[in-house]
């Protein structure tokens, strides 16, 4: 393949058609030691704006899939050594330049912690004050105050957010260096998008206890649908450039809701894979050489059906993996049978130490855009963009797996 280089915008871009830009010959490139760009067009519909390249495969394959995590091959492809390295370092951006504004990325970063010698604590607006909205905000004061400046807090009753905002500022050490985001509460929604992360916690149509359901969280779609998307529409209105995060159920199918409405896929982040994989750690510690799961084992896919756990990326076992599969998928129901709510583990594995670990930069179990759905698996936001974790060692079965609960992930049109 020729490639063609080019100098903008103090950035390196590289390209395999011509471009209107300064051009630049390979042997000046080779000790360029910035961040460089490969520019695609792809349709909007099924490709992000821009994405960290992870593999030499990536390169030559513009169109965004599941070959972002794993890639079945070995070609020789031919790649000098300095672009190679560029990959090596985290240097090499996938940009797509079928948006519009795609120049305007060159000099937009994510304020995330990595990396950032100006980092600047985040402001957080949730919206939604019930069991999962209430226990977020409480883990999210307690856990980020290195992190999050404020948490401004919103709902239709008033009394919540009463409520929270009393109890919540009252969670405090008595050490007097400790540090916690201040809880703000919002009179009106004109004031929900002034903030780096618009947090979704509305949850309508849940089942009351006792009310036997096969999935819950589908029940709630319809609903939620609705509102979720009714919001992001509001932060297309008010041109927001923050993340646009989803925690209610079912999270995959409502951020594809959400990026209807014209938001960026770059935007939108799904919160609900966190807690599958702590309830798999969960059941992988009651097995007898398993239990370093949270290092080798892996999760991915929806947060419920379609769900895949994996015991071991290098160590693949499938009986195991399908046993912690059914245990995280049905443990839910089984907290349900018992007479309670499952809101806790959700609102802080799913969303308190994921959305903190967001905002630092680092490794975390969310949904992203991903080839025109949303799915989850481990990776990380870093300030030029999502950084997918790569798995060399996969194995075939289970990749397969991850294709079939991709598949239907892709059939969902909201």
Not at 249 to 258: G, N, R, T
Not at 353 to 358: A, K, M, R
């Amino acid at each position: 393949m020729q490639f063609y280089y080019y100098y903008y915008k103090n950035k390196l871009l590289i390209s395999d058609t011509h471009l209107p830009f300064r051009s630049i010959e390979e042997k000046t490139v080779s000790t360029y030691r910035g961040y460089i760009y490969r520019l695609v067009n792809e349709n909007t519909d099924s490709s992000k704006m821009c994405y960290y390249v992870t593999h030499p495969s990536q390169i030559f394959s513009h169109r965004e899939s599941l070959k972002l995590i794993w890639y079945k091959g070995s070609v020789d492809y031919n790649l000098p050594d300095w672009l190679l390295k560029s990959i090596e370092e985290n240097r090499l951006i996938c940009l797509n330049t079928a948006y519009p504004d795609w120049t305007e990325k060159l000099d937009h970063i994510f304020p995330v912690f990595h990396d950032n010698i100006g980092f600047r604590k985040w402001n957080l607006t949730v919206v939604g004050l019930g069991d999962v909205g209430g226990s977020l905000i409480t883990g999210l004061r307690i856990l980020g105050g290195k992190y999050i400046n404020t948490i401004s807090i919103y709902d239709r009753d008033k009394n919540k957010i009463k409520r929270w905002e009393y109890e919540c500022n009252q969670v405090t050490d008595s050490n007097t260096n400790s540090l916690f985001p201040r809880i703000l509460p919002l009179k009106s929604e004109e004031d929900l998008f002034k903030s780096d992360m618009f947090i979704f916690c509305i949850s309508t149509g849940v089942p009351e206890i006792g009310k036997k359901v096969s999935d819950v969280r589908l029940i709630q779609f319809e609903g939620n649908s609705k509102i979720v998307k009714s919001y992001a529409q509001k932060a297309k209105d008010c041109d927001f450039h923050g993340t646009f995060a989803v925690v209610s159920d079912p999270v995959d199918l409502l951020c594809k809701s959400a990026v209807s409405t014209g938001l960026l896929p770059d935007q939108i982040r799904g919160y609900g894979l966190g807690v599958m994989n702590a309830r798999a750690n969960y059941y992988s510690q009651k097995l007898n050489g398993h239990e370093n799961f949270l290092e080798e084992g892996r999760s991915f896919g929806p947060h419920g059906e379609g769900l895949v756990v994996a015991n071991s990326i290098k160590n693949y076992n499938e009986e195991i993996s399908n046993y912690l599969t059914e245990k995280a998928k049905k443990a839910n129901i089984y907290m349900r049978s018992i007479g309670f709510k499952p809101y806790i583990a959700p609102a802080l594995s799913s969303g308190a130490f994921s959305i903190i670990n967001t905002i630092k930069g680092d490794w975390n179990y969310s949904s992203t855009f991903l080839g025109g759905a949303f799915m989850g698996c481990r990776n990380r936001l870093l300030p030029y963009g999502t950084q997918l974790e790569y798995y060399k060692d996969m194995k075939e079965p289970l990749f397969c797996k991850l294709e079939e609960s991709y598949k239907q992930l892709l059939k969902f049109k909201p």
